[in-house]
């Protein structure tokens, strides 16, 4: 068995906790379903989320994403988050071909956790205005000239009474420990009638239980929640929002990143080339604010 990369992030017993389920309160949880020591996923008896616990507290992980090495060989992070620019521009491009389809394009778009501003830059042709947020001010200074507005923070640093028709969330929810204050926070923040758009790596996908502990997305610690569709859709209605439905979002993935889950290096023609394929699929869903 290869040993399977887990930053500890200097964790001792006394910056781990042991969470009730993020997203209904339970604390009836079947313990240490993947193991990734200190930390490992539990899920819960009652609602079916996949959770981390232990997981580290908040206000660690939160100095690590401020941390300008967090995109860019950090512990925990991205290797090379500027290295994935070629898988996921079109990733981002096909996203938005597919919301434009559904009518859901146009006025004024904000991005949560908006990283390097690829999405932002990919969506100028879609939205009148772009909005994006992030807490890396390394990872703004890289997004400048995307998109029209860039903020340091999170979605408290958005002005009071400011609505935009449309939010995305792109891999950002896995990240968020109280994922229901979260998407409330956010609703505010979008007109009655507009949509919030979600994705998140896909717990109930195809790869996940073929590839058990290596699956690439049990990122730890810093994802601290795994969804499916079942349990995504609970969110977004427990968050007050209605009308949720699921979207198509097919990731591209490079092939270096396959390599370094499995532990081989790549000859350096193959590293770059991307995989496209619907059994990368995450999860995503979009759902509205009502108009009351
Ligand atoms: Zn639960």
Redesign the pocket.
């Known amino acids: 068995m290869l040993p399977v990369q887990t930053p500890s992030l200097n964790s001792t017993p006394e910056t781990l906790e042991r969470p009730a389920?993020p997203?209904?309160d339970?604390e009836e949880r079947r313990e240490s379903i993947f193991e990734f020591p200190p930390y490992a996923v539990a899920r819960?008896k009652?609602?079916g989320?996949w959770y981390l616990c232990p997981r580290l507290t908040e206000s660690l992980m939160h100095a690590s994403y401020e941390d300008d090495h967090y995109f860019e060989g950090g512990e925990g992070g991205y290797s090379s988050y500027q290295a994935q620019e070629t898988t996921l521009r079109p990733t981002f491009r096909r996203f938005l071909r597919e919301i434009a389809r559904r009518g859901m394009t146009g006025g004024k778009l904000l991005e949560v956790g908006c990283a390097y501003g690829f999405f932002l830059e990919e969506a100028k042709d879609y939205f009148s205005h772009r909005t994006g947020t992030d807490y890396s001010s390394g990872a703004l200074e890289k997004a400048h000239g995307r998109a029209d507005r860039l903020i340091l923070g999170g979605t408290e640093q958005i002005p009071l009474g400011e609505t935009f028709d449309c939010v995305a969330c792109v891999h950002v929810i896995e990240h968020i420990y109280d994922p229901v204050a979260f998407l409330r926070s956010l609703t505010k923040h979008l007109r009655p009638g507009g949509w919030l758009l979600l994705a998140t790596p896909d717990m109930g996908g195809f790869w996940r239980p073929l590839m058990r502990r290596r699956w690439p997305f049990f990122k730890i610690p810093e994802h601290v929640t795994y969804f499916d569709q079942k349990t995504l859709g609970a969110l977004l209605t427990r968050a007050g929002l209605d009308a949720v439905q699921p979207l198509p979002y097919s990731s591209a993935f490079s092939l270096e990143l396959i390599g370094e889950k499995l532990g081989r290096q790549l000859p350096g023609a193959w590293r770059d080339q991307p995989i496209r394929s619907d059994h990368w699929r995450d999860r995503c869903s979009r759902s509205r604010r009502g108009s009351r």
């Open positions: 389920c997203l209904c339970s819960c009652s609602c989320l």
